[in-house]
């Protein structure tokens, strides 16, 4: 709960946030939660499904996105890569939350 504080605050390195919670937790998150949507639609729990499929991974793509700006913020190295990480995790995020 603390370095979740930390991602939103942007007070992780930016190389922490963008990779290891953008990229391998954001595609872990949106995994799990796309295959329980499923499922649940298979079992005919529609309702369920919509909760489950997006109670947990539209609030987490949300505070990795802001977290993941405030981190490129504070970023030491080049611009670039600041931009890099905020354009992919803005694309990542929004493509993930919507399907």
């Not at 970023?75 to 995790?89: K, P």
């Not at 803005?90 to 493509?95: A, D, E, K, P, R």
């Amino acid at each position: 709960m603390k370095n979740l504080n930390r991602l939103w605050h942007g007070e992780l390195a930016l190389q922490n946030a963008f990779w290891n919670w953008a990229i391998f937790g954001g595609l872990t998150i949106n995994v799990v939660s796309s295959g329980l949507f499923l499922f649940l639609i298979m079992a005919d729990r529609p309702i369920l499904a919509l909760i489950v499929g997006y109670a947990f991974s539209v609030p987490y793509n949300v505070i990795v996105l802001v977290g993941v700006w405030r981190s490129a913020e504070r970023f030491a190295g080049e611009r670039r890569w600041a931009d890099f990480a905020r354009m992919v995790t803005v694309i990542g995020m929004v493509l993930l939350s919507v399907t």
